[in-house]
């Protein structure tokens, strides 16, 4: 299974992005997803993550109603829409699948999912 993440770049605060995650595999439907975020220094964090069928859906604090996650499973895609960007929210961003996820589940640990895109980077300027 291989991850391939898209759709970041430079923009300024107050902008939007969607990120996209397309997943090599025929069962993409068996995985729970989400997107993590990493700055130098720092570990990496939780941003949002949707359930295998897109039902449930969760999302850091700091999000704030910013961003909204979803997916297509018939593209075999997860999607990072992100509004209002703020400087802060400037990282690495990484989608994960957790292939042992059950069908409702959402999971903010990284140490669940197994499999990882490469990451994109997001720049916001003030």
């Known amino acids: 299974v291989q991850l391939q993440a898209s759709g970041g770049g430079l923009v300024q605060a107050g902008s939007s992005l969607r990120l996209s995650c397309a997943a090599s595999?025929?069962?993409?439907?068996?995985?729970?997803m989400g997107w993590f975020r990493q700055t130098p220094g720092k570990e990496r964090e939780f941003v949002a993550a949707i359930s295998r069928n897109g039902g449930f859906k969760d999302y850091a604090d700091f999000v704030s109603g910013r961003f909204t996650i979803s997916r297509d499973n018939a593209k075999n895609t997860v999607y990072l829409q992100m509004n209002s960007l703020k400087p802060e929210d400037t990282a690495v961003y990484y989608c994960?699948?957790?292939?042992?996820?059950?069908?409702?589940?959402?999971?903010?640990?990284?140490?669940?999912?197994?499999?990882w895109g490469q990451g994109t980077l997001v720049t916001v300027s003030s």
């Open positions: 994960a699948g957790n292939v042992n996820a059950i069908l409702s589940g959402v999971y903010h640990s990284a140490r669940v999912y197994e499999v």
């Open positions: 595999v025929r069962t993409f439907s068996r995985y729970g």
